[in-house]
């Protein structure tokens, strides 16, 4: 029979052979798929409110949809954005309104989609053809893009790119 030195060598080895096995596991899991892969959110402005005008510039609320193609939840804690107009007039030309971080809790079910606001400050400075064609025809054509930083079910940051059109609604 084996001593005590003989019995820890074979508790020894018993544990690295678990380790061997769940680690051989987790492998096999991985190749095979197991491990979720988060397919990147559809992000898009559907709508944007106004909030007030002044000298200077102005607030805008910017509703962005976030779709969820994903078979299980997302929850983020931070979308950063960079929000282009199209300037007035211009086939191709746009114009940079505003670039940013909203870091605040957001949480989309599987399948599923939320609304974020994000209050967005703007100087007239550089965009104001644009804005005022806004105001004037009471639609835009946007595009946006940025980075939203998935917490759960795995850390990671997945990219979006949106482009469209969408109508000013009133703050009131």
């Known amino acids: 029979m084996g001593g005590p030195s003989e019995r820890q060598n074979e508790g020894a080895g018993m544990t690295r052979r ?66 282009d107009l199209r300037a007035a007039g211009g086939d191709d030309e746009w114009v940079n309104l505003t670039e940013g971080a909203f870091s605040e809790e957001v949480r989309v079910g599987a399948r599923d989609s939320a609304v974020v606001e994000i209050p967005v400050e703007f100087s007239y400075a550089g965009v104001g053809a644009a804005v005022r064609s806004i105001l004037a025809r009471g639609t835009f054509d946007y595009r946006v893009s940025g980075r939203i930083s998935v917490t759960e079910p795995i850390s990671t940051e997945v990219p979006y790119r949106e482009r469209g059109t969408v109508a000013l609604v009133d703050g009131g």
Do not use: H, K
């Open 18 to 83: 678990i380790v061997d096995v769940v680690a051989t596991v987790m492998l096999v899991c991985w190749a095979a798929g197991c491990v979720p892969r988060v397919e990147s959110p559809e992000v898009r402005v559907v709508g944007v409110r106004l909030g007030g005008l002044g000298l200077q510039g102005g607030l805008v609320y910017v509703q962005l949809s976030v779709v969820n193609p994903n078979e299980f939840g997302l929850e983020a804690d931070r979308l950063t954005y960079d929000l």
